[in-house]
Structure formats: structure tokens, C-alpha cells
């Protein structure tokens, strides 16, 4: 008997010990469970804090593309695709304006190569090297209002391909600034 009270107590012991190495293991998804949810609240509140942040500071800007003034645009054309591996992407070339204008890409990388025989003409001569640098920007009529304030800006045109406006600033030194509307 004692044997039987003996093997009874043990196998209590071994349910109850079970039991509670399966609320245990509840326990640990349940946390486990908890702690997932928490680090989804976190990535959606520094989501929120990048989102508030880009409007106090106002619409962002993204690097769109880098232009430049080319004395043979076709060389020009060989060697960036040669050398580092751009190709052309489409291009535009108006005798009547004196303009050959290439775009090229390499990823997500613009360039767009000009070669200009007489639609600028600034007081110190032919422009070459960097001619603009060109942004793209999602709410285009804020940056308009905001910059109409702070700076000269060119006229505002309207892509007849695209649909899309544009408009051209210069900075302190006299650099081609373009935001182009996304």
C-alpha cells in the first residue's frame, strides 16, 4: 500500500509539475507574444516622429539628377558609358535652339550631358562643367510659395511630355538650381 501511496504521490507531483512548466511556457509565448506587439508601436511611433518631422520642415527633397556642359556630347556620351557604365535614356536635340541634351542613367544615378552651341549666353562667355542640379520635390506649389519669398526664381514651366512643372533657381553663387515637380 505504502508502495501505491508512494507512486500516486509521484505522479501528482509530476502533473503538477507539468502543469506548471506548461503555464510557464504560456507565459513565455504570452510575452513573447506581448513583446512583438510593443516593438511594432515603437516602429510605427518613430515612423510618426520621421513623418512630423519632414513636415515641420517642410516637403523633402531628393536628389534627382547632375547636369553638365559638354564641348562634344557624343564623346561625352562614350565615355560615361564606357567608363562608368551609364547609358542613354532618351534624348533631345534642337538644331534651331542650338542644344543636344542626353540623359543617361546607371541605377538609380542621373546625368544629363548638354551640348550647347547658342541657347545660353552668359556675360563671361560659353557655360561648361556643372550647368544645374536638379531636384525632385512631392508638394511642388509649397515649395514655390515658400521659396517665392526667400528667392528670385525663373518662370515656371510645364513639361509637355511629362505634364509636369518646373522651375529654376540660383543659389548665392549663381548656381542652377531646378526643382522639378514629382
Request: proline share 2%; glycine share 6%.
Amino acid at each position: 500500500m505504502r508502495r501505491i501511496i508512494n507512486t500516486v504521490v509521484i505522479v501528482i507531483l509530476s502533473i503538477t509539475s507539468l502543469g506548471l512548466l506548461i503555464y510557464a511556457f504560456d507565459q513565455q509565448v504570452e510575452a513573447q507574444h506581448q513583446l512583438k506587439i510593443a516593438l511594432k508601436h515603437i516602429e510605427r511611433v518613430h515612423k510618426l516622429e520621421n513623418e512630423l518631422a519632414v513636415l515641420k520642415s517642410g516637403s523633402p527633397i531628393k536628389a534627382n539628377f547632375s547636369a553638365l556642359i559638354v564641348n562634344d556630347v557624343e564623346v561625352s556620351i562614350d565615355w560615361y558609358r564606357e567608363i562608368l557604365g551609364f547609358e542613354v535614356v532618351d534624348s533631345t536635340i534642337s538644331e534651331e535652339r542650338g542644344l543636344k541634351q542626353h540623359n543617361l542613367e546607371n541605377g538609380a544615378s542621373r546625368l544629363e550631358l548638354i551640348e550647347i552651341t547658342s541657347a545660353v549666353d552668359p556675360p563671361d562667355g560659353r557655360v561648361k562643367g556643372i550647368f544645374k542640379i536638379g531636384y525632385s520635390v512631392a508638394d511642388f506649389d509649397s515649395w514655390v510659395k515658400r521659396l517665392e519669398s526667400e528667392v528670385s526664381l525663373d518662370e515656371i514651366v510645364t513639361d509637355p511630355v511629362e505634364g509636369k512643372r518646373t522651375m529654376v533657381l540660383t543659389d548665392l553663387e549663381g548656381n542652377r538650381i531646378q526643382l522639378f515637380e514629382q
